[in-house]
């Protein structure tokens, strides 16, 4: 037998199974100083540690049997498990429209992986069709697999790949692409799609999934009714992502994919398009613009991708008591270009100042964003702005700190022309400046307050 | 009897023998879900045991089937998704937090809800689990917003005595209690959310008991068993049994939520004899020649055949815009009017999946030749056959809805109808009142169990085994057993080992010679007086009481002062043996009894003939608690002889 027939399992578990001959899948019964437990050995996960033997009860339960208390081991039988989900043909209809899904992880469709006992995406035409028959009603589906990583995985070699693939697809003639995409960075991916990719005939809809989809109450079935809908039927031909709009399940938003960001690590509603309004609501039945200021579907290809990249930029999170070592090690390790999430209106403290200078000398771009997220970057106001501009750091609007660094890092991969760079970085792509910031854009509502509680009552949250 | 389905007829309940029960195969299991008495939840640290109607807020959500860690969906899954409900949670800020919205994924599971698991799986004489897997249990009806319970396997292949044999425990499971229902009209259904994640353990016995009296008998059991911990919830809906039922040839059937032991009997009978008649039905249809592969059925739109009915129910569906058609039954002809239950009859299977599965919920819903409830005229049936082609033999069916359920309501009929032939569905069932059982869902299987990815395993320790055994009461059989011996009045036997001051009983016995009976009467009788008087959360510890009783072992309290000092301790909330007056000596109440008597004589009570017990009354009232009464009689009678003499 082959260290497969034992996957998972090391050290005192091992010498167990292999003693009695028990490979996993093997329907056994386990006598332990404990008593006896009848069942089919399961793998083990690899970051499990070493004493344990798991086993399937009859009642579909999994234990963990310590091997060193195991006595004997009778085989009884085997039954290996085929996870896989249903996989049924596509149907095609000539009257719906064309809908491309790339694929490049995260949880829209996943299984379990015996090896780290976590879940891993799955996906396919007919997969998915096998868990959400309602695509058919919408479009014609058809998906390709970017990629399988999670969305921490994702960097500047997916981004460009992404945006080929777009290319391609639009090339081709589809009517819609959905991404499908992990939700971690999903806000940098959309980000940096509306740069490779600008002026699309057609919606780019990144969706992915707060619950995995081997959940009942998942919202990966949901989101991507809404996206495929949306790269359907919607005439905005932007990068947007599509996500839950509340936490119950009644309809997404379409973020603008420059002004969006997650906002929670586990709501499903955690997307939230941040000093401003979203482009539109949709539900099963029907998308409801919120604004009219977007690009139009059109019916040519005349789309431009350019994925050129520079991956030595990077971002600082500023905090008090900084010291200017952390700006020193990026000058000195060869970066070309930093954005900084600053406090306030856009400041960092005094001590940083003569790396900030020797940063600025050594030619290195330097944009300012705020850490507070919403708001505009305002460096007149105070002395430390001015003196930060003095020194070199250009204010960045209000275009939000992940947006500036995606932004940065392709702008200066088209040119290392500091002023060239700053004629990109200042002039408004896809939404990510705004002149104004209307005044429900900033809208949290402070629980416990009357008037908020008898909204929430009042409406779905 | 050679064949006992052809022959045997269920007997009204009270005139069925064990050996009725017997010759039909009866078996009987349980699955008892108790709450566990923590502080906090599960799987989050929301409060335990808080619960309110009143809620903040309202989410809205749906529920998807998946698949099963082997890869296949289940059975109730697909039929939950075919119900296609819309489940709206009502949110409380005080009971509930994003972990039981399914916003945030769990946190470590209640260490001190695992300890009392262990512990109640050693009473169970269980195989305790090395290392615990949590499992995902799924549910699509939507009582749990997750879609799952998050459940753990603790102990398996325990036993319990009872009467000459052992019960057996296939599995003890701790796990998260789910909402309770508000409501469930049409495709929407209401739940509030602050039962939601409280920790329970569940826990199956073996299908051993054999007649409906043995299953109530062993349920109080292990309601005593795990009530002698003192760490389970007590109260309203703290404790609730599934039952399962099955007779020779039948299928097990799940009898859901049962919230009282003594409506266990009933049910259990009418169940059985469910599916005994379910059986004699399906012999009818083979010897009508009807089998599962022979069945026939067909269905048409009829809403226009019948818009003038004079059976006012479904005119006012038709009314409402509805749409009616009608199945075809081939060959059933009387059928849906065979007896299932008490008062039950077949068609009201039919009625029942198509009620829950379709959602077509005012009933009647469905109407049918086959009588004897009442339905459209004869005239109408007679014309129905004719523009249905449909014979003699054949029994019609009508069912009216909304265009989308009534087509998939039409099919449903001809299912369940068909699976007359198959014999006894796999179901839950849920429990009436009138002792009769509805259907509930299809019977889950394992495939619906998925390992739980958001927790890894959690390993027992031999030293955490230890520790709990080490505080583990002794098994409540053995318990009463041994207060028979000690002469424990016999009614105060069974509460007094179910009771929380179960352990303080042993201790005041064997360790402080308190006699056996005296324990008893106040652990049990007066704390029941006191729990009728300030309720039952009295706060009265049972290391109060055990103050009470060092008082009286010292002398510093009277044996006959236990009540009333224990009443003053509830009513303080505390007992301070410091602050009691000092007991008295003889002269001290001498001296007492001779001031009252003096008092007496120049204030001389109306009844001169009750001179002694009002005497003794009014020095009772300034010694009580100081010297017991005895004395004080005792001293109050020598005195007045001595005065006489």
């Known amino acids: 037998m082959t260290a497969n027939d034992y996957k998972g399992y090391r050290g005192e578990a091992l010498a167990a199974l292999q003693k009695f001959q028990a490979p996993v899948w093997s329907d056994v019964e386990i006598t332990t100083d404990k008593g006896s437990f009848t069942g089919i050995i399961l793998p083990r996960s690899e970051t499990a540690d070493p004493l344990h033997v798991v086993i399937k009860l009859r009642s579909g339960y999994n234990i963990g049997i310590n091997a060193a208390g195991i006595r004997s081991i009778t085989l009884q039988g085997r039954k290996e498990a085929h996870y896989k989900i249903p996989e049924k043909e596509f149907p095609y209809d000539p009257k719906k429209p064309r809908v491309k899904l790339l694929g490049t992880g995260g949880t829209i469709a996943s299984r379990l992986d015996y090896r780290t006992g976590a879940v891993i995406p799955a996906f396919s035409p007919g997969e998915l069709y096998g868990s959400v028959p309602e695509l058919a009603d919408i479009c014609n589906l058809e998906t390709e697999k970017l990629y399988g990583v999670f969305s921490e995985n994702m960097g500047p070699e997916q981004w460009r790949g992404t945006a080929e693939a777009i290319g391609r697809e639009i090339e081709r003639g589809v009517q819609g692409i959905v991404i499908g995409h992990g939700t971690d960075t999903m806000h940098h991916t959309a980000g940096i799609l509306t740069y490779m990719v600008q002026n699309s005939p057609v919606p780019i809809v990144m969706v992915g999934s707060q619950r995995s989809s081997d959940r009942p109450s998942s919202d990966a079935a949901l989101n991507l009714m809404h996206a495929v809908k949306t790269a359907a039927e919607s005439d905005i031909a932007e990068v947007m992502v599509c996500m839950f709009g509340p936490t119950s399940n009644m309809y997404g938003l379409l973020h603008r994919g420059t002004r969006v960001r997650k906002m929670h690590s586990s709501y499903r509603s955690t997307f939230r398009t941040i000093g401003d309004i979203p482009l539109a609501m949709v539900s099963r039945e029907k998308i409801t613009p919120l604004r009219h200021d977007y690009a139009r579907r059109r019916s040519d290809k005349n789309v431009t991708i350019n994925t050129a990249f520079e991956e030595m930029v990077s971002i600082v999170y500023y905090y008090p008591n900084m010291r200017p070592d952390i700006i020193d090690a990026l000058i000195d390790n060869g970066y070309k270009g930093i954005v900084i999430a600053g406090t306030g209106l856009g400041h960092v403290n005094k001590p940083l100042y003569p790396s900030i200078k020797r940063a600025h000398e050594k030619g290195i771009a330097m944009y300012m964003t705020v850490q507070t997220l919403w708001g505009y970057v305002q460096m007149y106001v105070y002395d430390t702005g001015r003196d930060l501009m003095e020194l070199g750091i250009v204010p960045a609007s209000n275009m939000l700190p992940e947006v500036a660094y995606v932004k940065l890092g392709w702008a200066l991969g088209q040119t290392s022309d500091l002023e060239e760079v700053r004629r990109i970085m200042l002039t408004p792509i896809g939404g990510d400046i705004t002149e104004r910031e209307p005044h429900n854009g900033y809208l949290i509502l402070q629980g416990g307050i009357p008037e908020v509680e008898e909204f929430i009552s009042r409406t779905w949250k | ?645």
């Open chain 2, 1 to 645: 009897m050679n064949d006992p389905i052809a022959e045997f007829r269920f007997k009204p309940f009270r005139e069925m023998t064990d050996e009725d029960y017997r010759l039909i195969g009866f078996r009987s299991g349980l699955e008892i879900h108790q709450q566990l008495l923590t502080e906090k939840k599960l799987f989050c640290r929301c409060p335990a045991g808080l619960y309110s109607d009143h809620y903040n807020a309202e989410i809205l959500r749906e529920m998807r089937p998946t698949l099963s860690e082997l890869g296949e969906y289940d059975g109730t899954a697909l039929m939950e998704f075919k119900t296609k409900k819309e489940i709206v949670y009502r949110i409380n800020y005080e009971t509930v937090c994003t972990y039981e919205m399914d916003d945030t994924p769990p946190f470590e599971l209640n260490e001190e809800a695992l300890d009392i698991a262990i512990g109640i799986a050693m009473l169970y004489r269980c195989s305790l689990v090395d290392e615990i897997h949590i499992a995902r249990k799924q549910y699509l009806d939507g009582s749990i917003p997750t879609g799952f319970q998050r459940t753990t396997i603790v102990g398996v292949e325990g036993s319990i005595p009872y009467k000459d044999r052992e019960i057996r425990i296939v599995q003890l499971g701790l796990e998260e209690d789910a909402c309770r229902e508000v409501s469930d009209r049409y495709h929407r259904r209401v739940y509030i959310t602050d039962r939601l994640g409280m920790p329970l353990i569940e826990t199956v016995t073996g299908a051993d008991m054999r007649t409906p009296h043995e299953i109530a008998e062993v349920a109080d059991l292990c309601r005593r068993i795990v009530r002698s911990t003192g760490q389970v919830r007590t109260g309203i809906g703290a404790a609730r049994q599934d039952v399962n039922v099955s007779v020779t040839g039948g299928t097990r059937i799940e009898i859901k939520g049962v919230p009282r032991i003594p409506a266990i009997p009933l049910l259990t009978y009418n169940e059985a004899m469910r599916q005994w008649n379910l059986l004699r039905l399906k012999r009818e249809l083979e010897r009508r020649g009807i089998t599962a592969e022979t069945f026939r059925s067909r269905t048409a739109d009829v809403t226009q055949a019948v818009r003038k009915t004079r059976y006012r129910p479904l005119a006012q569906a038709l009314a409402k815009g509805f749409q009616a058609r009608c199945v075809v039954l081939e060959g059933f002809r009387g059928l849906l009017a065979w007896e299932t239950q008490t008062n039950t009859r077949f068609g009201k299977e039919i009625s029942d999946r198509v009620r829950v599965i379709e959602c077509l919920m005012d009933l009647p819903n469905i109407a049918h030749s086959d009588g004897p409830e009442k339905s459209l005229p004869r005239t109408e049936w007679k014309a129905l056959r004719t523009d249905l082609a449909a014979g003699e033999d054949d029994t019609l069916v009508i069912v009216w809805g909304p265009e989308t359920d009534v087509e998939t309501g039409a099919k449903e009929i001809a299912i369940r109808a068909r699976e007359a032939a198959i014999g006894v569905p796999s179901e839950t069932r849920q429990a009436l009142k009138d002792g009769t059982n509805g259907f509930e869902r299809i019977l889950p299987g394992p495939d619906r169990m998925y390992p739980d990815t958001d927790l890894p395993p959690k390993r027992i320790t031999q030293e955490r085994l230890e520790r709990i055994r080490a505080t583990l009461p002794e098994p409540v059989w053995e318990r009463e057993r041994r207060y028979r011996e000690l002469g424990v009045p016999p009614d105060t036997i069974v509460p007094l080992s179910i009771s929380p001051y179960a352990a303080l009983f042993n201790r005041l016995v064997t360790g402080k010679n308190v006699e056996p009976v005296r324990a008893a009467v106040a652990l049990v009788q007066y704390t029941k007086r006191l729990a009728r008087r300030y309720g039952k959360d009295n706060g009265l510890a049972p290391e109060t009481v055990e103050g009470i009783f060092d008082a009286c072992i010292a002398g510093r309290l009277a044996w006959d002062a236990i009540l009333p000092a224990m009443d003053a301790a509830v009513r303080r909330g505390s007992f301070d043996a410091l602050s009691l007056p000092p007991p008295c000596t003889d002269e001290e109440a001498d001296g007492v009894i001779r001031e009252e008597a003096a008092f007496l004589r120049e204030n001389p009570p109306k009844r001169p003939e009750r001179f002694g017990e009002i005497l003794i009354g009014r020095a009772m009232r300034r010694l009580r608690g100081r010297i017991p009464a005895p004395v004080v009689v005792e001293r109050v009678r020598r005195l007045l002889e001595e005065e006489r003499r």
